[in-house]
């Protein structure tokens, strides 16, 4: 846990009051902030998410190891909540969604799993779920900045929960150490350590393989949002351009996992006031 004061991201009132929307937690109870947001966000990141394990799944192929650990997580990323809302919006990827998340499963956790077949269901995936997101969120809210700017939050809530994962800092039932020989040379020479400063051994490779690609579509998403930021925000976007590459920087180069949540809290949740959020004592 990191030292920084408890804060809360809220949309402004009158921001509120256009989009008519439903406040929920977007919040872990391991980190220092909770933020509200609303459910567009909340899916916003979950296309986001389902998309990174999708095509770890593909990528880790040839590992059934690594296949089996990316198979459980995307299981997380969708379940039967999300199949009986997206069904009352449209029947057809209320149904096709989950099939092709179990199709490419049990397709790569076969014994000699087809790369064509694979990547053609994930293809689908992607498909789907682009279509699924302008069905399932009005245009309104789909191209607000600052509902955009909470679905980032949420994608960086998973990524710090799975380098949690990985550096061993979060309980996770698989405690999956293995993926390769070239992985276990890079985890070798990592040395444990508390500190922002320090490295961290990676106990947990396929988490590792997640937080990295969470942090990188975070940091697409953002790049994508810029041109909406408010009027007179160059120095918080200066400063949100420099964190998102320490992000990945620090992920690439194994730090600490407090060095992690302390650009996260520290540099980038500060600075989303660039897209009309706020953040508020508690």
Excluded: C
């Excluded at 256009?18 to 919040?27: D, E, K, P, Q, R």
């Excluded at 014994?111 to 995936?125: C, E, G």
């Amino acid at each position: 846990m990191t030292n920084y004061k408890r804060t809360a991201l809220a949309l402004s009132l009158s921001a509120l009051l256009i989009l008519g929307t439903t406040t929920f937690a977007l919040s872990r109870n391991a980190y220092a902030h909770t933020f509200g947001g609303n459910e567009s966000a909340a899916f916003l990141a979950k296309v986001q998410e389902l998309k990174v394990e999708a095509h770890l799944i593909q990528s880790d192929l040839s590992n059934q190891t690594l296949v089996a650990w990316h198979s459980d997580k995307i299981g997380e990323f969708w379940n039967t909540n999300d199949t009986k809302e997206m069904t009352e919006r449209n029947q057809r990827l209320g149904t096709d969604i989950p099939a092709l998340i179990s199709n490419i499963t049990t397709a790569a956790n076969s014994t000699n799993p087809d790369a064509i077949k694979v990547a053609q269901l994930i293809t689908s995936l992607d498909n789907d779920l682009a279509e699924a997101t302008s069905v399932r969120i009005e245009k309104t809210e789909l191209e607000n900045a600052t509902v955009n700017a909470l679905a980032v939050v949420a994608i960086l809530d998973e990524t710090m929960e799975d380098y949690g994962i990985a550096t061993g800092a979060e309980e996770n039932s698989s405690n999956v150490t293995g993926s390769n020989t070239t992985s276990q040379d890079n985890m070798s020479n990592m040395s444990e350590g508390a500190g922002s400063n320090e490295t961290a051994t990676i106990v947990n490779f396929p988490a590792y393989q997640t937080a990295q690609g969470l942090a990188a579509a975070a940091q697409d998403m953002y790049n994508n949002l810029k041109p909406k930021a408010m009027p007179n925000s160059s120095s918080e976007i200066a400063a949100l351009d420099a964190a998102f590459a320490n992000l990945r920087k620090a992920i690439d180069d194994k730090m600490s996992n407090d060095a992690i949540q302390a650009i996260v809290e520290g540099s980038i949740h500060p600075n989303l006031s660039a897209f009309g959020a706020k953040e508020e004592e508690e």
